[in-house]
């Protein structure tokens, strides 16, 4: 079992930056690969960022490459999404996700592909 725990979401302006934290608690954080998803008012939760359990692999969605950029920190327990040049439709509930599944280096893409979720995080953009 995992507890994933949120944070650092807010209010900001249009091309502000902000960085969410999730942290992990309970088995051992290097056994999981780790994934940012989104849900806006009204629209599916969305693929943001995953990173595999070595972090050799991540990837983004299209409408957030080149600003977005997610990390591991496995002596903190810990997996980050820093977010650049904020836009209004990043506009969200951000969510935190583990997967135990794959090997070293693999990365999904898919809601299903993960096994716990955080509680979720407000990031809302003003413009």
């Known amino acids: 079992q995992v507890q994933l725990v949120e944070s650092g979401g807010g209010l900001v302006q249009a091309g502000d930056s902000l960085r969410l934290s999730c942290a992990a608690s309970?088995?051992?954080?290097?056994?999981?690969?780790m994934a940012w998803f989104r849900q806006a008012p009204g629209k599916e939760r969305e693929f943001v960022s995953a990173?595999?359990?070595?972090?050799?692999?991540?990837n983004y969605a299209n409408s957030v490459k080149g600003r977005f950029t997610i990390s591991k920190d496995n002596a903190k327990n810990t997996v980050y999404l820093q977010m650049n040049s904020l836009k209004p439709e990043d506009t969200a509930v951000y969510y935190c996700?583990?997967?135990?599944?794959?090997?070293?280096?693999?990365?999904?893409?898919?809601?299903?592909?993960?096994?716990?979720w955080g509680q979720g995080t407000q990031v809302t953009v003003s413009s």
């Open positions: 996700a583990a997967g135990a599944s794959g090997g070293l280096f693999y990365i999904s893409l898919n809601v299903a592909a993960y096994d716990y």
């Open positions: 309970g088995r051992a954080f290097t056994n999981y690969r």
């Open positions: 990173i595999s359990k070595n972090s050799a692999s991540t």
